[in-house]
Nanobody, 123 residues
Framework: QVQLVESGGGLVQAGGSLRLSCAAS???????MGWFRQGPGKEREFVAG????????YFADSVKGRFAISRDNAKNTLYLQMNSLKPEDTAVYYC?????????????????WGQGTQVTVSS
């Protein structure tokens, strides 16, 4: 089990950038990780995933080319760099640790979740 705490959310204008961080305790480097988001009235959806080593990365089509996921296992921290933000990116963003040795886009494949950080993109 890992404990996760997100930070870095906020209010930004369309076209702007934000960098989210997820601080982890426990054996962070053992876990594939993911970022998910949940907009108002919507189901939680996959945004990006990364393998335990950082060598493999995956993105939802809606953020491909705009978002980047990375991790620093020495600092026990996961990152999500979000560029060219759009109003439809407005959501609560969650980091999560996978229960499998690889990242997937399914909520059910993640066992530990942070409390979330709000991202609001104004038009």
């Amino acid at each position: 089990q890992v404990q996760l705490v997100e930070s870095g959310g906020g209010l930004v204008q369309a076209g702007g950038s934000l960098r989210l961080s997820c601080a982890a305790s426990g054996r962070f480097s053992n876990y594939a990780m993911g970022w998910f988001r949940q907009g108002p009235g919507k189901e939680r959806e996959f945004v990006a995933g990364i393998s335990s080593s950082g060598g493999s990365r995956y993105f939802a089509d809606s953020v491909k080319g705009r978002f980047a996921i990375s991790r620093d296992n020495a600092k026990n921290t996961l990152y999500l760099q979000m560029n060219s933000l759009k109003p439809e990116d407005t959501a609560v963003y969650y980091c999560a640790a996978a229960i499998r040795p690889f990242a997937t886009n399914f909520v059910r494949d993640y066992g530990s979740w942070g409390q979330g950080t709000q991202v609001t993109v104004s038009s």
